[in-house]
């Protein structure tokens, strides 16, 4: 069996631009002929542990301006659908957390493409209960229980730890693509992950041979 050389896709719910990948990085790894490790996280903790304030977008406004033209002209390139959040930044815990209990079921990829379009193109609050529940009951879930679930202290120790890995990673921004021991900041960086991953497959297929 072709052992697939793994790439590691750090995202946040609420991070416009790992929407951006999310919404075609699937495609790109079946293309590529790579795996996947989906690994969720949210900001916050990891910028306090960095010693950034709230956000560097928001610390800095003409950023966040760009940002937002920025990510509404990728996405009509790419036909996209794109609503900007009447809000930012937002809160990206109680979605995060019902994820993480979905990729303990196995349906927490699937989840989340969901959120990203409830968040980047219906314009819900992605914080509100209403959301979720919404989300879960289109995807034929027990929302009351899947909430009360996350809420539990496994569901947050698995974000904890998840914080923990990701710092230890050296991930500083989401998304953010590792192969290996290679690390990849950005949207725009997802193809030269992918091409990199291809690269060390071609030589792992060499050593391969030669052993």
Known sequence: MRDFVVVEFWFSLVSPYAYLSAMRIDHAAKSAGVAISYELMVMPPVYAALGWKVNPFVDYPYKLDYVWCDVARTAEHRDVAFQKPKSFPQDPFPATLVALVGFEDGWGWEYCRHFYAANFHEGRDPAAEATLVSILSRMNLDAEYVIA????????????????RALERGVFGAPFFIVNDERFWGDDRMELAMEWAQRVEGNQSRQNECN
């Open 149 to 164: 679930k996350s809420q539990s202290d496994e569901i947050r120790q698995l974000l904890d730890g998840q914080t923990l």
